[in-house]
Nanobody, 114 residues
Framework: QLVESGGGLAQPGGSLRLSCAASGFTFNLASMSWARQAPGKGLEWVSGISRDGSDIYYTDSVEGRFTISRDNAKNTVYLQMNSLKPEDTALYYC???WGAGGRKGQGTQVTVSS
C-alpha cells in the first residue's frame, strides 16, 4: 500500500513537501517514483530514486526545483518541491518502481495559484 500526503495550495514560488508511506512490500528493495496528472492531461513521470538512494532522476521540467529522497527506516519516500509554478498543479502519486506505470497510491492534490 502507498499513501501520499502533504499536498495543498501553494503560491507561485512557494514550496510543498510530499510524503509517501509504503507498506506491504520490502521497501528497501524497491526503487520508487513520483508521477503526476494535471487536469485534462495524461500521467507524467516526475522523478525516481533507486532503492538505496544512489541513483536519482528527474524530468526536465522539475530539475533543479524538486528533490526526491527516501528514508528506508521509515518506509517513506519524499518529494520536496520548491519554486512552484502554476503548471505544477496536478494530482501527485508515488509509484512502485521506475516510471509511472507501477502500483500507485490514491494521490495527493497540489494546486499552485495566487
Amino acid at each position: 500500500q502507498l499513501v501520499e500526503s502533504g499536498g495543498g495550495l501553494a503560491q507561485p514560488g512557494g514550496s510543498l513537501r510530499l510524503s509517501c508511506a509504503a507498506s506491504g512490500f520490502t521497501f528497501n528493495l524497491a526503487s520508487m517514483s513520483w508521477a503526476r496528472q494535471a487536469p485534462g492531461k495524461g500521467l507524467e513521470w516526475v522523478s525516481g530514486i533507486s532503492r538505496d538512494g544512489s541513483d536519482i532522476y528527474y524530468t526536465d521540467s522539475v530539475e533543479g526545483r524538486f528533490t526526491i529522497s527516501r528514508d528506508n527506516a521509515k518506509n517513506t519516500v519524499y518529494l520536496q518541491m520548491n519554486s512552484l509554478k502554476p503548471e505544477d498543479t496536478a494530482l501527485y502519486y508515488c509509484a512502485l518502481g521506475w516510471g509511472a506505470g507501477g502500483r500507485k497510491g490514491q494521490g495527493t492534490q497540489v494546486t499552485v495559484s495566487s
